[in-house]
């Protein structure tokens, strides 16, 4: 394969994963719009849609397995072909992590409401956010921008906290409210495991443009001139 055609299919990886990362980000709002909505239709068709974002995974993983099977790829091609797999991976479980809320929305539906959303749709603001800044990061090979979706990372955090002391106050005030409070926490549990998949994208971003190592927000400054 010449160098022109490798770099046309490494273009076409990245689109793919463009592709794929739009897909996730609009289950999650459709999601939490079906959650705020009480959409049981909205619910429904995002648990029916997970065959596609799987089978676009499945593909996106055999087009990297080909490049590094049939190519001897420079250490710059090898890191981004090596991060694509994983931020296919990570974008597939953004798509569980919307089927998840979407099955909550479902549970919820029939039953009261317990209260008025407040926290739970700002996670899911800022989640998607997230999402969108590490893959508009992955296209830039922007390391600043990904450094910054690390950040938000916490805020995410404290909300869940958050949530998780404000419903815990109504099951303990009344059993009743129980199954409903649960799920409301399970979905903001799911909220905070999206923000971490967007999170382990922004890492991969850095290690494509540095190749530095910042799992575990090791470090999280500038890069040293």
Do not use: W
Not at 6 to 27: K, S
Not at 60 to 84: E, F, G, H, Y
Not at 173 to 179: N, V
Not at 194 to 214: G, L, R, Y
């Amino acid at each position: 394969m010449e160098r022109h055609h490798f770099e046309a299919e490494l273009q076409n990886l990245r689109n793919q994963l463009l592709t794929m990362g739009g897909m996730v980000e609009e289950r999650v709002h459709r999601a939490v719009h079906a959650l705020i909505h009480r959409s049981e239709e909205d619910a429904k068709r995002i648990i029916a849609s997970d065959k596609e974002i799987n089978d676009l995974q499945m593909d996106v993983d055999n087009r990297c397995l080909k490049l590094l099977a049939t190519q001897t790829p420079l250490a710059v091609d090898l890191r981004l072909i090596t991060s694509a797999m994983k931020i296919n991976a990570d974008l597939e479980r953004i798509g569980d992590q919307a089927v998840n809320v979407a099955e909550s929305v479902l549970v919820l539906i029939p039953q009261p409401p317990l209260k008025p959303l407040i926290d739970i749709p700002r996670m899911a603001g800022i989640a998607e956010k997230m999402i969108r800044d590490a893959l508009d990061a992955f296209v830039k090979k922007d390391a600043e921008l990904a450094r910054d979706v690390l950040r938000r990372d916490d805020e995410v955090d404290e909300l869940k906290d958050q949530v998780f002391r404000e419903l815990l106050t109504y099951m303990m005030a009344d059993p009743g409210t129980i199954q409903r409070a649960l799920s409301l926490i399970l979905i903001s549990r799911n909220l905070e495991r999206i923000a971490d998949h967007a999170t382990n994208i922004a890492e991969d971003v850095i290690f494509i443009a540095e190749a530095k190592d910042v799992r575990h927000h090791a470090e999280l400054q500038e890069p040293k001139p």
